[in-house]
């Protein structure tokens, strides 16, 4: 049968671009049909960049032709990815930041649980176990990160890198430190809003030298408001964990973590729950127990919501010592706190290894460090 351009172009009318709304021929999106007998060549060019997109846009223009012109046309689809310029936000959501395999945002709906803590601690867990390692402090509300690295009085310097003035994480612990709380005055109410924030915190991504990293750490400011969408929408996080009591007020803001995560305009994955404060351990007693928030809250609702449960750290007054005195916890060797904190730390890195796994990269390089896990636990 001999085909003409005329009836593949009104075939294609019928099709629409998911996400546009026209036809792919009154888009602009179908660049060329040329025909010769029963082959048919269509080039086209879409907007969505994913794999699933280009598929089906294929699978879509073959059914379409074969159903509505010929069966048995011999149809060569080429598919273009011509993402849109104009309305690139900052940062394209997912795009990878060069040289920053991970960002994991460390989150927790209610403030006091012992976010930073934690971020500090398995910040300080991953550099022993070799990777490379940065925390930029992202708490608006209350930056504790440099007080928790001992870097207060510390001010990043500018250093220049190809031509261009960026600033210089400060170090401490092997790992690279940034914090909002650097360019804020300490007793000084800064209102910030959403655009702001993620402005500003691009701005220590994209205008920081953090060379080579395997994980960068994002303290995020407690609460699920405007200000997280605007951080979210804006930075290319590989997962999130959320830190809870396992008090119910604590696992109310929890749950309301996850869903924010979880909702569509952010779908940032949940790398998992972690458990502070699980129980009160004394000092002279380390085998008692005390369950003062309610026992295994944060793990219950790991499982109530299908997410990973990353583990438990027990409320010890040498955790807060560390804390304020500015060296964290996980650093005193052959304790049983840093035993705790390197099995969460490593049940991180394997759900963050399962995730790049399973869903469409953030940035596609894979950690190939686990076995450099088991190598420093030696
Ligand atoms: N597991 C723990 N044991 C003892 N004290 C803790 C523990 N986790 C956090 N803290 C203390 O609780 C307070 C709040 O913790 P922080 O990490 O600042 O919480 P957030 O960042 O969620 O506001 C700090 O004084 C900290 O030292
Ligand atoms: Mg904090």
């Not at 949940?270 to 003062?292: C, H, Q, R, S």
């Not at 793990?299 to 409320?315: Q, R, S, T, W």
């Amino acid at each position: 049968m001999k085909l003409n351009k005329k009836d593949i172009l009104n075939a294609l009318e019928s099709i629409t671009v998911p996400g546009e709304g026209q036809n792919m021929v009154e888009s602009g999106a179908v660049k060329n049909v040329v025909v010769f007998g029963d082959e048919v060549v269509v080039e086209i060019t879409i907007k969505n960049p994913s794999l699933q997109a280009k598929k089906r846009t294929e699978v879509d223009i073959l059914k379409t032709i074969h159903e509505q012109v010929y069966e048995k046309a011999k149809i060569t689809v080429n598919v273009k990815v011509d993402a849109p310029e104009k309305s690139k936000p900052n940062v394209i959501k997912g795009k990878a930041v060069p040289g920053i395999k991970n960002i994991v945002a460390v989150a927790s709906g209610k403030g006091g649980v012992g976010k930073s803590t934690v971020t500090a601690n398995l910040a300080v867990s991953l550099a022993k176990m070799g990777f490379k390692v940065g925390v930029l402090d992202a708490d608006i509300y209350g930056p504790s990160i440099p007080i928790m690295f001992d870097v207060v009085a510390e001010k990043p310097l500018a250093v220049t890198i190809e031509g261009k003035s960026k600033m210089k994480p400060i170090e401490n612990y092997g790992v690279k430190v940034l914090s909002i709380g650097f360019f804020t005055q300490p007793n000084q109410a800064v209102v910030w809003r959403g655009p702001m924030a993620a402005k500003a915190l691009n701005q220590m991504i994209f205008d920081a030298h953090w060379g080579e990293l395997d994980f960068l750490l994002l303290d995020l400011p407690p609460g699920t408001g405007d200000i997280h969408l605007s951080i979210m929408q804006s930075l290319p996080i590989t997962g999130a964990v959320i830190v809870s009591t396992p008090q119910n007020v604590a696992l109310a803001d929890a749950r309301k973590g996850v869903a924010m995560f979880q909702q569509e305009s952010i779908n940032v994955p949940v790398i998992g729950l972690i458990e502070n404060m699980a129980y009160f351990t004394p000092a002279e007693l380390p085998d008692n127990k005390y369950f003062i928030f309610g026992k295994e809250g944060a793990k219950n609702l790991a499982l109530d919501l299908h997410v990973p449960f990353l583990g438990e750290i027990p409320l010890v007054q040498s955790i807060r010592e560390a804390g304020d005195f500015g060296r964290p916890a996980a650093l005193q060797t052959g304790t049983p706190l840093e035993k705790a904190f390197e099995k969460l730390t490593q049940n991180v890195v394997q759900e963050v290894v399962k995730r790049n796994d399973d869903l469409p990269p953030t940035e596609a390089i894979k950690i190939t460090t686990m076995a450099g896990c088991a190598a420093v636990k030696k």
